[in-house]
Structures are given as C-alpha cells and as structure tokens.
C-alpha cells in the first residue's frame, strides 16, 4: 500500500496554509507539500514539480480543495489522467472526490467531459466572433499604436543625420527599439 501525499496552496506570500495543513494530516497525509505565493493558474510550481516528481505507483495524492491543485479544469483533468497513468489515486477532501471508488471516477469523469465541452464551447465561440468581425471588414488584433505620421518624422529625424538614434526616438516618443521595428516594417521603396 501506498503513502497519502499531500498538496497544499497559498496565493500570496502572507497567507498561512494551517487549515489546509491540518485537514491534510488528518485525513492521513504522511507528507504536505507546499506552495505559497504562486497563482493556481500556473501549471509548474516548485512544490507541485518536486510532489509530482515524489508519487510512486499506489501513492494517494490528497488536497484540500479542487482549486488548491488547479484553477483550470483542463489542467486539473489532464494532471489526475496523468497521475492514474502512473498508478496513483486522486482525493479531493472538500468536494469528497476519490478516484480509488467507482464513485470518485464517475465523479471525475464526468468534470472531465465537463472540461471537454467547455474547451469546445470556447473554440466555437471564438471562430463565430472572429468570422463575424471578418464579415464586417475587421482583421482582428489590437489598432496600430503608431501610424504613417510617426514612421515618416523618424525618417525626417533620421535624413538630418545630426541625431543619435536615442535622440531620434525621444523626439518621436517611441523607444529605439520601437523605432527600428517601425522602420524595418515599412515596405521598401522599389527605383525604377
């Protein structure tokens, strides 16, 4: 039989993760790991890594909470996938999830085709708004900052030859580097 191994999350450096530490041990969990101060959204976190890294085959991972291990279902979907792959079971103390119980797997499953549908719904959202913007004329991605008007005082700045390229940035209120890309982005101009 395995060990019970537990995860625990804080988001913020100040917060303190006693209540979750405390439920951990006692429904079993003969180490805790920890993060603190790191978003849920993130996928890699020091603590998770080296607990992942840890589990052994017939290992229980225990959280407090859904939302401790992940924000997103896709993540959280795709981390308890990988953890039954490798032989380990998946506890949830608050929402009772136990992937060891044919319950607790239905459970699961059905979050994971929750998930699934979720992904789909977006994915058909988002061609539907970027076809209608497409049928209105509309590109997509954010307007232009800086337009023609700029490009060509650059030029102007740049023809005089009596400013270092800082100078000429400044003057146009764009940074040198904006200023490169803005040049090199100009289509070049065919001689004939």
Same mark, same amino acid.
């Given at each position: 039989m395995g060990h019970i191994?537990?995860?625990?999350?804080? &988001?913020?450096?100040?917060?303190h993760a006693d209540l979750q530490h405390d439920a951990l041990t006692e429904a079993g969990a003969s180490r805790v790991f920890t993060d603190r101060g790191v978003s849920g959204a993130r996928t890699t976190r020091p603590e998770l890594d080296k607990m992942l890294d840890y589990l052994r085959?017939?290992?229980?991972?225990?959280?407090?909470r859904l939302d401790r291990l992940g924000r997103s279902m896709q993540h959280l979907v795709g981390l308890v996938a990988e953890l039954k792959d490798r032989g380990v079971t998946f @506890? &949830?103390?608050?929402?009772g999830i136990d992937t060891s119980t044919i319950n607790g797997e239905l459970v699961f499953n059905?979050?994971? &085709?929750?998930a699934a549908f979720e992904r789909e719904l977006i994915r058909e959202r988002t061609s539907a708004g970027l076809a209608s913007a497409r049928a209105r004329g509309r590109l997509g991605g @954010?307007?232009?900052?800086?337009?023609?008007?700029?490009?060509? @005082?650059?030029?102007?700045? @740049?023809?005089?030859g009596t400013m270092t390229p800082s100078e000429?940035?400044?003057?146009?209120?764009? &940074?040198?580097?904006?200023?490169?890309r803005l040049l090199r982005s100009?289509?070049?101009?065919?001689?004939q």
């Open positions: 191994i537990g995860y625990a999350r804080v &988001s913020t450096t100040d917060q085959p017939g290992d229980t991972l225990l959280v407090w @506890r &949830s103390l608050h929402e059905i979050f994971a &085709s929750l @954010r307007p232009k900052k800086h337009n023609e008007a700029t490009v060509q @005082r650059i030029k102007e700045l @740049r023809a005089m000429v940035a400044a003057a146009a209120k764009v &940074s040198v580097s904006t200023m490169y100009e289509p070049a101009q065919t001689t």
